[in-house]
Every structure is written in structure tokens, then in C-alpha cells.
Nanobody
Framework: QLQLVESGGGLVQPGGSLRLSCTAS????????IGWFRQAPGKEREGVSC????????HYADFVEGRFTISRDNAKNTVYLQMDSLKPEDTAIYYC????????????????????WGQGTQVTVSS
């Protein structure tokens, strides 16, 4: 079964940190551009950060402002999103996606494309 599984979400105070993980089963992540997306209640899904197949090209949404870092460990078939200096407005369900087409990291984030999507992990930033 081909699937992506996110983990690492939770409740954190403003200014805190979380590290999200996205692990693939049934296929090899290194063949895909990987993206992190989020959707808050009542809002559209938006791209957070996307990374190319070998990790050489990375795109971040403007709202990240240097607070998040995406990385991938193809040997572990996992992509990470380190989130620091979290704000209440970062509260959302975070999803990872994999796109196997000839797409750039930026294009994936902007177009919100993906062949496979995870089920999401809740991130809540609140005092």
C-alpha cells in the first residue's frame, strides 16, 4: 500500500518548536518532490515548504520568515519540517505530499500538487 504518514504534531506554546516527520511506505521518496502544506479552519490549504528530489532546491512560503527548515533523509525515506518560533497563526493541520512529475519545489508549493498525500497532523500553538 502506497502511503505517506505524518507525525510530530501537538500542542506547543508560542515561541516553541516542533519537528514534523513525513515517512513513505510502499514507494521511494527520493523519486519525488516533497512538500509540506497546511490548512487552518475556514481557510484554504497553503504551501509551507517544498524540497526537490535531492534536496538541492527548497522553497518556503513568505510567512515562514526563516522560522522553519525542511530537510530530507532519503535513506530513511523521510522528510522533516523543523518549526521554530511558532506563532498562534501557525495552528493548522499539516500535510505532506509527494509529487513525481517534473515539477520544481516552488511550483509544487504554489500549485499545491501531489500524487500522494498524508492524512495530516494537527499543530496547535496556544498558551
Amino acid at each position: 500500500q502506497l502511503q505517506l504518514v505524518e507525525s510530530g504534531g501537538g500542542l506547543v506554546q508560542p515561541g516553541g518548536s516542533l519537528r514534523l516527520s513525513c515517512t513513505a511506505s510502499g514507494f521511494t521518496l527520493e523519486d519525488y518532490v516533497i512538500g509540506w502544506f497546511r490548512q487552518a479552519p475556514g481557510k484554504e490549504r497553503e504551501g509551507v515548504s517544498c524540497i526537490s528530489k535531492r534536496g538541492y532546491a527548497i522553497h518556503y512560503a513568505d510567512f515562514v520568515e526563516g522560522r522553519f527548515t525542511i530537510s530530507r533523509d532519503n535513506a530513511k525515506n523521510t522528510v522533516y519540517l523543523q518549526m521554530d518560533s511558532l506563532k498562534p497563526e501557525d495552528t493548522a493541520i499539516y500535510y505532506c505530499a509527494a509529487d513525481g512529475a517534473l515539477v520544481t519545489a516552488q511550483a509544487m508549493c504554489v500549485q499545491k500538487s501531489g500524487d500522494y498525500w498524508g492524512q495530516g497532523t494537527q499543530v496547535t500553538v496556544s498558551s
